[in-house]
Structures are given as C-alpha cells and as structure tokens.
C-alpha cells in the first residue's frame, strides 16, 4: 500500500511485521512485533496486521508508514483472515474451544459481534467483500463459500458450488471469486458474486501441491509447493510453469504488475525469501 510492502515474518517462537521498499528490499522504520503467527491485509490503500496469540490477547493493527500502528481490535483468541470496508473490520476467530466464528467491529470503536460460525479451518482461510455481503472460505467446508449480510440483519448462507474435496486457495477478481478444488486433478472454479452460478472453468493434473492463487483480468496464477508457480491465461487456460521452485509457500499476489511470492532459502531451509517477477 503506498509503495510500501508489508510482510509478516515469523521465526517460529516471535513475530513481526516489517515493512519494505519493493524495489530495493530495504526496511522501512521499524518492525511491529505482533503475538502468534502473523496476519497482514490490505485493501491497495489501508493495512492491517494480527497476530494469534492465543488466551484472549490476540490484536489487530492498522499500519501506517509514517507513524506508529493503531490498534483497532484487541481481546480476540486467534484473529486472522481479515477484511475491511469504510465502516467495518472482519476477522476469522476461534473464540473457544471447538467453537469459530467471523467477527466484526466498528472501525471507529465499538464491541465487536459475531456475523457467522459456519466457516471454519478451525479460523476461515479468506474473507472477501462486496457493497453488502462478506464472504468466507475455508478449508474443512469442502465445496462451501459462506456468504453473510454486512449489516448482521441476515442470516450466513452456503454458496454450494458441487465441489467434493476441500478449498486449497481463493482470490477475488473484479465481481466474481475464484477458488482451487483439492481434487486429485485440481479444479479451478468461477463464482459470480453475489448468487453464483458457480461454474468449474479447468481442471488438469498438472498442478501438485496447490498453497495459493491470485488472479487478473488476464491470468491466474497458482502456486505449486512441489513445482512453483504457474501462470493460466485465461483465453487458452493452457498452465505454463514461470518459476521454478520447491516449496513455494501461502504468500501470492499481484502488486503493481508484479507478482509477489514466497520461497524458500536453498542454503537455509528455516529461511524464506519474498520474490516477485513481471506480471
């Protein structure tokens, strides 16, 4: 946002979210550090930070480049996969023992409130918004994205696609959802927001391993943890491999006609580098 790329790092006993230049690499100020596994978010403009850690202590920032974060939410277990419009933040919780939930707040203050616990991975994998609906996927609902009224006033609804296996990733592209079936030959699908139809647009056995997608009005592209990334135009759907790596993580976007990606350090396995090439 900004110019600025924000990244959640996380050495497996602290957290922090630093910010970067793009183009260089270098920290900007100085790193937020946040309690559990990080959670970064943004909108183009607006990011927000989370860190789940746990015993009700769990706090979601909003960042800013110049100035100290500002904390917007505080008191949640596990927050993560969060949303924002101009009004509201939403966030995936777990707020007790095998209960979960999508939760909203005030971004001006306020409690926060519970809008659905149909979504679950035990917290929601991603959280997207139209003008008057938020809507959730997760990975232990096969087939399902939950779409849930803003304004609390309406009950959360299933989006029943036909999928039989679980969602590995999702992306939104102008007004539809896309989202990668875990079938043994992957399955990328269409969603038209806000009803649907759901429609299946490719399915191939070229992918293994899928942690992420992203999509353009151009491609899609997939993140492959055995092969790398691979780019899909969407004339041909025809997958062409343009990186090349092992282990390619959960991390996938298209950021200023650059597509940004997590891999790992081959010299050090406990390392990750953040990559990006042209779109």
């Known amino acids: 946002a900004d110019g600025v790329l924000y990244v959640g790092v996380y050495d497996g006993s602290s957290a922090d979210v630093v910010a970067l230049d793009p183009a260089t690499g270098s920290a900007l100020g100085s790193a937020v550090p946040v309690n559990g596994w990080p959670v970064v978010w943004s909108d183009g403009t607006r990011v927000f930070a989370a860190g789940d850690a746990g015993n009700g202590s769990g706090v979601i920032w909003q960042l800013h480049p110049d100035s100290p974060?500002?904390?917007v939410v505080t008191g949640r277990t596990y927050p993560s996969a969060i949303a924002a419009d101009a009004t509201s933040i939403y966030w995936g919780d777990q707020p007790g023992l095998n209960t979960y939930a999508v939760e909203q707040q005030p971004l001006a203050g306020g409690s926060a409130r519970a809008l659905t616990n149909l979504c679950y991975e035990p917290q929601p994998q991603s959280l997207f918004l139209d003008d008057t609906n938020l809507y959730c996927t997760s990975f232990e609902n096969p087939s399902a994205i939950i779409r849930m009224p803003t304004s609390g006033s309406g009950a959360a609804t299933e989006l029943g696609c036909g999928?039989?296996?679980p969602i590995f990733a999702s992306a939104r592209e102008g007004s539809d959802l896309y989202f990668i079936e875990a079938n043994p030959m992957a399955v990328l699908w269409q969603v038209a927001l806000p009803d649907g139809p759901c429609t299946q647009i490719q399915?191939?056995?070229t992918y293994g391993r899928v942690t992420a997608l992203a999509a353009t009005a151009d491609y899609f592209y997939d993140a492959d943890y055995d092969a790398g990334i691979w780019r899909i135009p969407r004339d041909t759907l025809v997958p062409q491999l343009?990186?090349?790596?092992?282990?390619?993580g959960q991390?996938?976007?298209v950021w200023q006609g650059q597509l940004f990606f997590q891999e790992p350090n081959p010299v050090d396995p406990g390392q990750e580098y953040i990559m990006h090439c042209a779109d």
């Not at 343009?242 to 390619?248: K, M, R, T």
């Open 203 to 205: 399915q191939s056995s």
């Open 251 to 253: 991390s996938l976007f």
């Open 242 to 248: 343009v990186v090349s790596a092992i282990g390619v």
């Open 163 to 165: 999928a039989t296996y």
């Open 69 to 71: 974060p500002e904390v």
